[in-house]
Each structure stands twice: as structure tokens, then as C-alpha cells.
């Protein structure tokens, strides 16, 4: 007796472009993984090389490093301090920048006040003050005071600051905390234009975790966690840290898409997708609801519809009279999300779990004409470059110079010249 396959439009649903969730695992087969989107944002992260390197470059002149532009002399590739150095000078430096970020720094801390929830209906005022409550609460927990003052620091620094808000239990306690990614490990659509970022429909961050962490975030079974295993088997095998350069991990220079500096750690891409998916848009005159429905529920909309004109009918109400739910055929919208590992490999998926149907993170990116972020510090630069040279050739002139008493030959004098006219002109810059 022949085997009887089982198609695989039965196993894993029919190819529909409609949806592009489903249309992607029917392409796969089912199988758990996606490489083209790993792909892609592979090369988002690349496009964003110049983002980094102005962002690093900005960062080394507002603390402190401000002679580490490379430079070429004489077939030599050396940093402008060393340079300097090998010119028998001593590479000075007044760090004006750091001293205006430390003063718009303050004037925003001075300015910070907690937040406020005001009702627009005065009959809502008390569910108002409840929410005022709620989120200086959760204002204290997240010490946002703090968090607020290092982000207006690296906005003005780098440009772009990034936060991720999300549901998770710390300390056996559920509420809403904010994380701060490290742009760096950011990445996003290239194409965006609208600077309010509605226009976004790609987003996703780098995480390097512990094998303990990534077990205690993906793990829910035997299984998974032995499918965690065999994917990070080096990582779960490395119990000792790796102290070579561990410090240096962000370093913009030194990373890569694909492995951690830190190879005791378990690299998994978090990414945000919007998708599309055939939806009913619906409206109840009687309630005055305007939602949306899958394809799959419209079954109940049209029992519902065959309910209401039933019981009309037992009142002697006409057909038209009867206030029936509207519904429309549309093409909606929805955030998908994947954690993703080096390999492809789809940890875990799923419809975006939040109230607002978006994605968890918060950004801004100055100043974003034709999608471009640049750095506020990186205007300040050139003064700071110039004053560096400044007082570094006055310090050079000042140690050169002829100083105290010098015995000259009278004939070396030119003739028409009193020594006290060549004193003068020997100690003069």
C-alpha cells in the first residue's frame, strides 16, 4: 500500500499574498526560519555606517579625545596626538564642547517635571488624576529623571536616541519598564522621510544575551530550551567570560552584524515588520463601535446581523429600520514581530501584543531632512579644532622662544643695528 502525503497547502495553509506572514511560511514550508529578512536587515544596519562614525567621532571630542583623527604623513597613518607628539610638542587641548552639552544638559534636567494626565471631559476628571498617578508611578520605577538627562546628552552628541518601551516582570514584579538601546545595535528603514517616523515599516535592535538570559526569555519547554541549546552550543559550553577586549564591545570600530565581540554571548535580532492582511472593517450604529474583524469572524457579524433582524421582525420593525453591523473588505496593516539568531532560526514570532498595534520603540532622530541624522556637537567641532591649535602653536612659540640672557659676538650684530635693536628683535615671536 502506497504512503499518502499530505499537501502542503493542508499543512501550512494556501499561498496567499494577501498575507504576508502566511505567504512567507508557505514559502518556507513551514519551516522556522528567515534569512532573507536577516538579510535585509544586515544591510539596514550597514546603511547606517555613517550614522555611527559621526556619532563615534562626536563622542571622542565631547570627552576629552580630541586629537584622534587619523592622519597620513609621509606614507605613515598615525592619529593627529601622535603626530604631535613626534614633532617634540605637547597636544593641548580647552574642551569648550563638553561644556555646552553640560550646560543645555542642565537647562533640560532644571526644566524636567513628572507627568501629568488632563482629562478633556470634565465628568472624567478623577479617571485623569488615576492616570496621573499611574504613570508617576511608573515614572519613579523607571528613575526616569535620570534616564531623560543621559538621552538629552546623547541626542545632542549622536542625533538619534532610541527607547524601548515593554511588559515584563523584574524582581517577581509585572509593569512597564523602558529600556535604552544602544544605537549602535539599531536599525531601521532607509527610506523613511516623514519625520514624525509614521512612514516606518522596518525597525529592529541587536541583543547580545547570556545563555542564561536568552533561556529565560525564549525557553517555555524541554524542547525549546534543547533547541536552544544546539544553536548556541558554544555559548552555553563558555561559562568563563572572555576578557580579551571585553571592555571595548560597543566600540562602532570593531563591530560586526553578525558575531558579538563578546563570543561568550548569544546574539538574536530583534525585528519589526509591518505586514499586511485581509481584514472587515466594521460599524455598529447601534453602540456607535467602528472595529475591525478577521476574515474568519465574519461569520459571527452575519449572525449577528441575522439576529437583530429576527427580533425586529417580532416587533414589527421594517427591515430597512433595523440598525445592522456595516462591514467592508480592506487590506489593513498590523506589526509583526520575529526574534531572529546569526542563522536565521525564528526564536520566537507574533501579531504585536500591545494596545496601540505598533511597535515598543520610542525615537528621535535630529535633524531628518531627506532621512538624513546628523550630530548637534559635530557643528562645534571646527571651533573646538581650531582653538586646539590655537594654544597649541602658542605653547610651542612660547617654549621656543629666546628667553633670559643670550651672549652674542658683537661683529654677528649687522652693521646700522644697536644691540639693543637685535636684543629686541631676537626675543621678539
Known sequence: MSRKITPLSKLYGKANPIDSVKQRHYQFGGDKKNVALLEKCSTLWENLYAFRQERARCKRYVYGDQWGDYITHKGITMTEADYIKSQGNVPLKNNLIRRLVNNVTGLYTKSETEPTAKARDRDEQRLGEMMTT?????????????ILSLLIEDYLIGGGIF??????????????FTTVPNPNYMFFDSTMNDPR?????????????????????????????QKLYEIYKHQANDKGANVEDITTRHDEGRMSFYTPQDQSLCRVYEVWTKEIKP???CHDPETGELYRIEVEELKGIEAENQARLKMAKEYGI???????????????????????????????????PFYHESHPYVLSLYPFVDGEIH??????????RYINRLITIDDFVRRTGAKGVTLVPEGSIPNGMSPEEFAEQWSSV
Open 134 to 146: 499611574t504613570l508617576q508611578c511608573n515614572w519613579q520605577i523607571n528613575k526616569m529623571q535620570v
Open 163 to 176: 527607547c524601548r518601551e515593554s511588559v515584563d516582570v523584574r524582581n517577581g514584579r509585572k509593569d512597564i
Open 197 to 225: 517616523f509614521w512612514d516606518v515599516s522596518l525597525i529592529g535592535q541587536i541583543h547580545d544575551l547570556t545563555f542564561n538570559e536568552l533561556c529565560h526569555k525564549f525557553s517555555t519547554s524541554e524542547d525549546s530550551f
Open 279 to 281: 481584514r472587515y472593517r
Open 318 to 352: 421594517p427591515d430597512q429600520e433595523v440598525p445592522l453591523i456595516r462591514y467592508e473588505y480592506i487590506i489593513d496593516y498590523y506589526w509583526f514581530f520575529q526574534y531572529l539568531t546569526p542563522w536565521g532560526d525564528v526564536l520566537l514570532e507574533g501579531e504585536t
Open 375 to 384: 550630530s548637534f556637537v559635530a557643528d562645534f567641532i571646527d571651533q573646538q
